[in-house]
């Protein structure tokens, strides 16, 4: 059980394009995802909390212009980077909070988005 | 605030040998959930374990054990006769609660296990 699916799980795109990337909880709702971004050889930092029906929260330093989070319902957030450049490839990776379970986050498998 | 170190960058053993990754963290809060974490180079994570604050035994799971100890903020994780399919990051992880909240990840130990 709590299965997060991420999807697409690879993208390569032109330099200005917009990529949106899905975030689902397949057998449990959500009232709360967690994106993060990961660089190459480097750690997951955390980009915004998303919560179900409500503005996402940024964490500092994360241009809420440029990388765009809808929770729109209990299974299924996404977050959408906007004209998207090479500085922007990385490693997105998507986390759902299932209350009651263990562990208290689920991940999805990443998206790793690259921009030419 | 919260912070969780790993020393260690990168580590490379043989096959069948013993491996230790170290873990330290900080935080303010007596009540807190530590996590080990597992990425292959393929990308997704994979949960090894949780633990919470209140509770300081020793786990084993197989070849895998995790000592946490409190008084030295550390929650360290040993491979007994690593194999090559234990190549992998590893991220020790903090949260403050178990809901995810202030999920803060340590920096990572990059683990190859040579045949």
């Known amino acids: 059980g709590a299965v997060v699916s991420q999807h697409p799980s690879r993208v390569i795109c032109k330099s200005g394009t917009s990529v949106k990337i899905e975030c689902r909880s397949l057998d449990f709702q959500a009232t709360t995802m967690f994106w993060y971004r990961q660089f190459p050889k480097q750690s997951l930092m955390l980009m915004a909390t998303?919560?179900?029906?409500?503005?996402?929260?940024?964490e500092q330093g994360v241009e809420k212009d440029k990388f765009l989070i809808n929770h729109a319902s209990l299974t299924l957030s996404t977050l959408t980077v906007t004209s998207a450049h090479p500085e922007d490839s990385s490693f997105y990776i998507c986390s759902a909070r299932a209350t009651g379970h263990a562990p208290a986050q689920h991940f999805g498998d990443g998206t790793r988005l690259s921009i030419l | 605030a919260q912070k969780v170190t790993q020393a260690q960058t990168e580590i490379s053993v043989v096959e069948k040998e013993d491996v230790t990754l170290d873990c330290v963290y900080e935080t303010r809060d007596t009540t807190y959930y530590l996590f080990w974490y597992k990425q292959p180079p393929s990308g997704e994570l994979a949960f090894l374990i949780r633990?919470?604050?209140?509770?300081?035994q020793n786990e084993i799971s197989g070849r895998y054990s995790w000592n946490f100890q409190k008084s030295t903020s550390s929650f360290n994780f040993t491979i007994t006769a690593s194999q090559v399919v234990d190549s992998a990051v590893y991220f020790c992880a903090l949260s403050e609660n178990n809901y995810g909240q202030n999920f803060v990840f340590g920096p990572g130990t990059r683990l190859s296990v040579l045949p």
């Open positions: 998303s919560n179900e029906g409500s503005k996402a929260t940024y």
């Open positions: 633990r919470n604050s209140f509770d300081e």
